[in-house]
């Protein structure tokens, strides 16, 4: 599976050890930056990841800002972009399952390192249940679509 990566400065370290993490489980990232602790605004790292999924180079996508609201409220701007800002471990999850989230947005102000690597293992290793849940997610594209 391919993964789309990034943050803003209020997320750098925690971009990078979920990077690392997910290389390291064997996944592909394409990590959009920020590479450096410089100040940016957020939905122009949300664009590159959200576009990269939407055009279909990667499958989901995981962002960091200070609280991850930011990063969701630019990427669910995004045609066929699903983005969740989770903190505990059941949204992680169920955002999956239940909503076919393709995009994570943590709060690297929020939760710890630790947290937010077990968020993504959740976010990557769940697959969306389908069924009744399908005929919702397909009204939410219909909302999209007006
Ligand atoms: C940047 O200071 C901060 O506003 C941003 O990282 C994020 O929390 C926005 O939602």
Redesign the pocket.
Known sequence: MKIAIGC????LEHKNAIAEHLRSRGFEVEDFGIYEQV?VD?PDIAVKVCESIASKKNELGILV???????S?AANKFKGIRAAVCSEHFSAKYTRLHNNSNVLCL???VVGIGTALELVDLFVDTEFEGGRHQKRIDKITEIENR
């Open positions: 803003d400065h209020g997320g100040s957020y800002c200070g609280t991850g609201i930011g990063m409220l709060g690297g102000r």
